[in-house]
């Protein structure tokens, strides 16, 4: 009789054998549900901020008085960049309210070449604003309430930036932290792939990089809320300047706490790289709305970090897509072209790949409501059919991609199927 003892491989090879035969064995339909589970899109809650708890197509009127001539040529200052101002906008029951702020310019290449430059707008206290109130009292007309604010605000503290916001506890801007940035319509530009000669130009940009970010926000993914607006600039004196669209967008602490992420790395927990799974839908995303300019090293990146260590990745910035600037050098010329040379490839490329499986066919699943919010937008009637004919043909290769692979992964695709 041979001895177990004198032959550990032998008694390895037993003792694992009885072991596989005693332990339960996961069903396809299990293992199927754990590749869909590991490969779906990320989902984030909605926001719980007023801002942003509106429909794509609601216009925010609103009004804001500052020295925007020293705001949009007085830029990269540090110590004297920015004014004081007063943002004012409609409520619900269509009264207008005040909140002082701090308004300064941000952003790269608009920053640079915009006649109006994108805006970061720093909420102040609320005890600052019952003060100026106190100082305003009676019933002055609008314009005269807003300048005789902005006065007083001026007055208290000049144009010096404070060190930091206060959080809105109550009214439209609460729930969003300190400060939030505010997209403009650039105006004329010294480049000509930002901005534009006429306001008919100026404004279909600035919509159709807005419509991408709601085009996208069906998903329900790491994307920014946005929020339109109509916007009414003042000069100190109260008088208007200007009447254009501009977009609101959701700060990354916000999108992080939605998605139960944190905007930065967590201490002591060691940083381990985008998580790939993520990377898939980011790629996916700026690809199929022909965004280019993004990278590795963070560039357009919303870098979102998981408490393992992983990152995830969320696009943004979209003002250079190619359906908006074909003309600009990182773009491959027409949205058609870009299908032909460029998309078409790359989703054909991952044929037989689950984990792209599993995200286009959410995506497919979405387009019904991703098409709406393009139908109905607010786009001229030109656009909105540029923006159509865009999104039918790239969907329409998404859904060919889905064709192919029930042929070449069947349970998956119709596993997939089934779950909905």
Known sequence: MLSLHRFPLALALFLGANLLLAAPIASTGERLDETIERYRPLQCRESDSPLFQAKPNDVLQMQMIADFSHINTDTYSEESGGDSGILSYRDEEGRWRYLPVFIWDRGNSRRDFCEWVPLRILFQSPKLKEALEKRVAGSLPFQERMVAMYQALKKKQGSKRPSKGVPQKKGLFRNLGDDIKLVTHCGKSSWRHVGGETREEQEDRLLQEYYLYQVLGQMGSAIM???????????????????RKAFFRE?????????????????GVPEKGFDETSWFQLELYNRFIYFRDYGRDGRNVNKLYRGDGWIIAGPYDFDLSGIIVPTYRPNSGTVEENLKNYFRPWVAYHDGDERALVQIHFMVENREKMRHVLDQSLLRKEKKEQMLHWFDSYMAELERFLERNRVLLPALAERLEKSH
């Open 225 to 243: 809320k946005t929020r339109l607006a109509e916007i009414t600039y003042r000069d100190p004196k109260g008088n208007p300047l200007i009447t």
């Open 251 to 267: 700060p990354r602490s916000r999108l992080a706490k939605r998605c139960g992420l944190s905007k930065r790395p967590y201490p």
